[in-house]
């Protein structure tokens, strides 16, 4: 399968050509490149920048000729310390064509550590807009601050969040953990209030996205929205996929919303959606355009190791689902077979991943180690018999009972056998999370403990805000998880039908009903800051009153301080 799997990959990115151009030597001033031979363009989709290193930046736009007769379109590229482009320290060109649906990527090297740059584009006669990045710090920083994003879904609503942290000046970094995009058509997940707010599928993209042109149109309607522009302009990101940039529930075979008898050869699907990320996202993949590995890390000064991971593609085996353990007829449930399977050598990562990874811990010598990936990682557990529940609308009902019997236990009151089986009886929530691969979860803890180091979390995927610890199968704590919520995907609250009451009622109650949780929002969208410094991890969530609006303002926040 590994085979089949890389051959297809490699066929789709070879016919795209080479995707980004290297800076070499030391450009000068901007009569360099605003010459005869840069082309008229219309930069139809902003300006991006990526991947920060301490001397380097990957700076991204769309430019799309005026006149197409031509295969190949050239244009200039510059980078100056200040806004009015008067102190030019790089430039140069690069080139474009329809291979590449008119991207332009520019791997900018020998650049400034730990500084504020401004970078543009320019045709024959026109500027991109300015783009504002940075490259990492070396060394002797006091802190550095992090907008961690999630799940941003076009039909659901607009991109408040991004645009609430486009103008906040004191975020240093983006971290985007995942589902960029969602592959749905028109009518599916998210769409509810689609038309009513504007934000509906053109038709020549309103079916679910399948092929490379597919991918390509999903993201340009992606990166018409105001509030992820200006994001992009203003901030470097550092990304990682999820399973929405390519099908619901992905793993390294397959995935859960993919259907060949219809869809198609999953691996040809799939190197579709990864050439189109590659082609759309300021990312410099760390083995080429040519690889799937998108796992690497950051040096944050001598502050943290930035580990970004891919818990989706590189080595996911599929997922458990408790339907595949459930009698259809009698509705009994296998719970010997279950156990068997959750405690098989069941790897979410990969082998070489996970011992990337491993040797990542072991060798930084940062302050903080901290993971940016997709899942939350922490325990969720909730009563077996909830899990079981048939009709969503009764379990906020039946997890306040279970809240209620934990604390009355707590407070000594005397509970019934059935009582205590009932509370007591635990099973993950959700099995596509680290729950789902618990062994390896637990040779991962194992690892941290051992070097004596604690880990810092920070996850996306739930569409709802988390504060987990991280604790080993004995109860000892090795980190601490902060899951963002989402930017306009729907949470838990649509999921099991609550009113805002209800879901600030259960917010509240469930830590007492999930050990390793401290808090939880499971309505409002928005985003985190995290801040990095020598002392103490602190982590503000940030939410916004409405997506349904461009006008909106922040609804709240919340605060929590780990320090190691």
């Avoid at 363009?41 to 991006?48: M, S």
């Avoid at 509810?192 to 599928?201: L, Q, S, V, Y």
């Avoid at 991962?444 to 080993?472: E, P, R, Y």
């Avoid at 499971?522 to 916004?544: C, P």
Wanted: negative net charge; aromatic residues 10%.
């Amino acid at each position: 399968m590994l085979d089949i799997n890389r051959r297809h990959f490699l066929k789709v990115v070879a016919s795209a050509g080479a995707a980004v151009t290297v800076s070499t030597a030391l450009g000068g001033c901007s009569s360099l490149v605003r010459a005869d031979n840069a082309d008229t363009v219309d930069f139809t989709h902003g300006v991006a920048s990526g991947d920060p290193t301490t001397n380097a930046l990957m700076l991204w736009t769309r430019a799309v000729p005026k006149n197409n007769a031509k295969p190949v379109i050239t244009l200039g590229w510059e980078v100056a310390r200040d806004p009015s482009f008067s102190d030019i320290i790089r430039s140069g060109t690069a080139t474009t064509s329809a291979r590449r649906d008119y991207t332009v990527k520019v791997d900018v090297q020998q650049l400034p550590a730990g500084m504020s740059l401004y970078y543009r584009f320019v045709g024959h006669d026109q500027y991109s807009p300015i783009g504002e990045g940075a490259t990492l710090p070396q060394q002797g920083i006091d802190s550095i601050r992090l907008g961690v994003f999630s799940c941003s879904n076009y039909p659901a609503g607009f991109f408040n969040p991004y645009h609430h942290a486009s103008q906040d000046d004191t975020i240093d970094f983006v971290l985007h953990l995942g589902d960029y995009i969602y592959e749905y058509g028109a009518g599916g997940y998210g769409y509810d209030d689609a038309e009513r707010i504007g934000r509906t599928f053109p038709d020549n993209n309103n079916k679910e996205i399948v092929s490379l042109d597919d991918y390509r149109r999903r993201y340009a309607l992606y990166r018409t929205d105001e509030g992820l522009k200006a994001l992009h302009a203003t901030k470097s990101f550092i990304v990682v996929w999820d399973d929405h940039e390519i099908a619901n529930d992905t793993y390294k075979d397959g995935a859960q919303n993919h259907q060949p008898d219809t869809e198609g050869d999953f691996y040809q699907r799939r190197a579709a959606a990864i050439q189109a990320y590659y082609e759309w996202m300021p990312i410099r993949p760390p083995q080429g355009d040519a690889s799937l590995q998108i796992y690497r890390s950051f040096e944050l000064g001598d502050l943290a190791n930035l580990i970004m991971l891919d818990t989706r593609i590189i080595g996911r085996d599929k997922q458990l689902a408790y339907a595949d353990f459930t009698d259809a007829s009698t509705g009994e449930f296998d719970s010997q077979g279950f156990q068997a399977a959750m405690q098989s050598d069941r790897s979410i990562l990969g082998k070489k991943q996970l011992q990337w990874l491993v040797n990542q811990l072991a060798q930084s010598n940062a302050r903080w180690q901290i993971l940016g990936q997709q899942l939350l990682m922490a325990r969720m557990n909730f009563p077996a018999a909830i899990i079981g529940s048939k009709d969503r609308s009764t379990i906020a009902n039946k997890l306040l009972k279970a809240a209620q019997l934990k604390q009355a236990r707590a407070n000594g009151q005397q509970l019934t056998e059935q009582q205590q089986r009932y509370i007591d009886t635990v099973t993950p929530y959700n099995l596509d999370a680290w729950d789902g691969y618990a062994m390896e979860r637990e040779v991962l803890f194992q690892q941290v403990k051992q070097m004596g180091k604690k880990i810092v979390v920070l996850a996306g995927d739930t569409h709802n805000a988390w504060h987990n610890h991280l604790t080993t199968h004995t109860g000892e704590q090795i980190g601490v998880e902060f899951g963002t919520s989402s930017v306009s995907s729907p949470g838990m609250e649509t999921y099991l039908g609550l009113d805002d009451a209800t879901a600030k009622k259960l917010a509240q109650a469930l830590p007492t009903v999930i050990k390793d949780l401290q808090y939880t929002n499971l309505h409002e969208r928005g985003y985190m800051v995290t801040q990095i410094s020598k002392d103490a991890i602190d982590n503000e969530w940030r939410f916004v009153d409405t997506i349904k609006s461009k006008d909106y303002q922040l609804s709240g926040t919340h605060r929590a301080q780990f320090r190691g």
